[in-house]
């Protein structure tokens, strides 16, 4: 038997290469590669998580009948550990590596009177997933095919170890290095002499060189601040030799002259020779945390704690104090911000007098809490439509001493009601197209549009909106399927509820619609995080029961057992709606687009959503507030804004905040649209807590019954407690007077009902002057 590899470039069958075989074994064993994502608030940090894990092999057989040959190889594959598919056509053989992306393949090369094995494999190599596979051939010369399973074996776990493993290892090489092409902090790689080998965009970003300029030079022969640079490689030579990390600070100069302080840390990486892709002997990993960005001022004055600690503990003579281990203790590999933060206090109480050092220690109590954003309401004289609000939307569930119902709330739509919707866009009735050319405006009125299409606004407002900004051609699906989608969606809003049904997503959708607008939002997003977001707001609360998660978890429901208490509606509201666009094509808005595109946007999609749930309220508006409005207040304005899409952190936080205003913006739409919400919401609690005392279940918000409740204080309230702040945040990024003006002149409408002891939404007429 001789079995030969067909390379990318296929020779004639004469010229392959033989593979030689030998009986050497040893345990087989492969490299993965992938990425560790460490989100931060000013940087996207790539980490590498290299595993080694025992290797399974795929093979794909490709011989037209069965005879011993193929025999011998199948029974070879079961007593080597590798999984192993057969395929008898050029077409089976196709879709079956497609399928499986098989490492190895033998292709029965010994007649081609049943198929062309080297049109096989060209039709195998023009495939992107083919880039790592091995392709082997069985052909006939003065030898006879051996169909020895040992002769078999030996030669497929020759392959293994020689071409296999070696494509393994490209693979984790090429994985490192777009690691190391889109980690965020600058990376430098030299060789033991100092000689630059690599440096990713990072430090060419922050350096003001291009890799052409570097790549090659001594570090010596680049322009240092540090006028003892040639002594302080000499320090850092000494670490490495010892195969120690170094760590400490320098100051170098970039291309445009000016300095900057870098804090470095130093890894030698040593590896055994040979393969000249993994040979890395003598390479240093040089991380350095630049504060010169130009979000400049947001970490000003942050310190490498690691550094301080160890120079501290090393300094002759420094007397040690009960801080230095804490220090030690939390200088961990693995750091959050908030870490770093702790690291600095502990590494700063070494040296401070015993008063400083008890303060601090108070600090660290406050931090180490796993509530940071999470305000703390007091219990003496708070407002008890301010206590039963925050309680009812930001708390799990209430505990009952009988609690001993266990209730369902959820009606699923069991059809889809016959819905008039347009054939077309352009399609539709001149009462209905009217009112929708006003739909840019934010007076849009969503109710009018509500009582013409007979509580199904949805289908036309989302036809023009996702036109508007091209939904269809993004995501290459026809009008019809995106008709279809949104009509499928319309059907599972429940029309019954007072508030969260089809014409409050279709509210949510215009006002997403319209942040979009806005010329900062524009700037800082994709187009696919604008078809995202669309489509976030348009399912966020699909098939909502007009009760909160605390009632169902209250109530034992089903989806509070699915979803373990967590999130429990708005995991559901997500999970439906991909369930109900999947399962039939015809709505099926996703079945054309890249599967990497559909995973992109499958997961903005769930992490928009799951931002309108509440009990993470003040945490999203704080990220929002320290990572995207602080640095643009700290003169860095127009460069923070410009780089945003350089940090899909910041993007994720602005989606977030966007929809999370675009879900409760009722107080900030003109007055009768914010009094008409405000009724709805309000009988929506009132039912609620009927229910509650049918059932005999803890009264989330007692405030909400219908016979005492004062309407304004709960607005007052909401619009206290979550609106304020989380608009005037979102005003100064995305500039919105209008919506601010509303809101003034909205709090001032229920600061007079309540002055004058008015519980309603509007003064009695008597009243009315």
Known sequence: ?????????????????????????????????????????????????????????????????????????????????????????????????????????????????????????????????????????????????????????????????????????????????????????????????????????????????????????????????????????????????????????????????????????????????????????????????????????????????????SQSSDAPGLQTRRYSSMARIHSMTIEAPITKVINIINAAQENSPITVAEALDRVLEILRTTELYSPQLGTKDEDPHTNDLVGGLMTVSKISKDETTVTNVLHHSSGHSHLSVPNTISDVPPCIAQLLDNEESWDFNIFELEAVTNKRPLVHLGLKIFARFGVSEFLNCSEATLRAWLQVIEANYHSSNSYHNSTHAADVLHATAFFLGKERVKGSLDHLDEVAALIAATIHDVDHPGRTNSFLCNAGSELAVLYNDTAVLESHHTALAFQLTTKDSKCNIFKNIDRNHYRTLRQAIIDMVLATEMTKHFEHVNKFVNSINKPMSEGSNCDCTANIKNFPDNQTLIKRMMIKCADVANPCRPLELCIEWAGRISEEYFAQTDEEKRQGLPVVMPVFDRNTCSIPKSQISFIDYFITDMFDAWDAFAHLPVLMQHLANNYKHWKTLDELKCKSLRLPPENNN
């Open 1 to 309: 038997m001789r079995v030969a590899v067909i390379f990318e470039h296929l020779p004639t069958s004469s010229g392959w290469l033989l593979i030689q075989f030998e009986n050497e074994l040893e345990e087989t064993h492969h490299l993965a590669a992938g990425f560790v994502l460490n989100i931060s608030h000013t940087q996207l940090t790539i980490g590498y998580l290299l595993i080694i894990t025992q290797s399974i092999k795929k093979v794909l057989l490709i011989f037209a009948k069965e005879d011993n040959q193929s025999d011998g190889f199948w029974w070879a594959c079961d007593r080597a550990g590798y999984r192993c598919n057969i395929a008898r056509t050029p077409e089976s053989a196709l879709e079956c590596f497609l399928d499986k992306h098989q490492e190895i393949i033998v292709i029965d090369h010994r007649n081609s009177r049943y198929f062309d094995a080297e049109d096989i494999c060209r039709s195998i190599r023009a495939t992107k997933s083919s880039e790592h596979t091995v392709i082997l051939a069985v052909v006939p010369r003065q030898f006879m095919e051996n169909s020895s399973i040992t002769a078999c074996y030996n030669e497929l776990v020759q392959i293994e170890h020689g071409e296999v493993r070696s494509q393994f290892k490209l693979r984790a090489c090429n994985a490192v290095f777009t690691a190391l092409d889109h980690c965020q902090e600058a990376i430098e790689i030299t060789s033991e002499d100092h000689v630059i080998q690599y440096v990713n965009p990072a430090f060419e970003r922050m350096m003001g060189y291009h890799k052409g300029e570097l790549i090659g030079k001594e570090l010596t022969e680049l322009p240092k601040s540090d006028k003892n640079c040639a002594d302080l490689l000499d320090t850092i030579n000494t670490f490495i030799k010892k195969g120690k990390e170094w760590q400490g600070v320098y100051y170098a100069r970039r291309k445009s002259g000016d300095s900057i302080q870098q804090h470095v840390k130093i890894t030698p990486v040593i590896g055994q020779g040979g393969s000249y892709l993994m040979h890395f002997k003598g390479f240093w990993f040089v991380f350095t945390e630049s504060h010169s960005f130009k979000c400049k001022n947001r970490r000003k004055d942050s310190i490498d704690v690691k550094s301080i600690t």
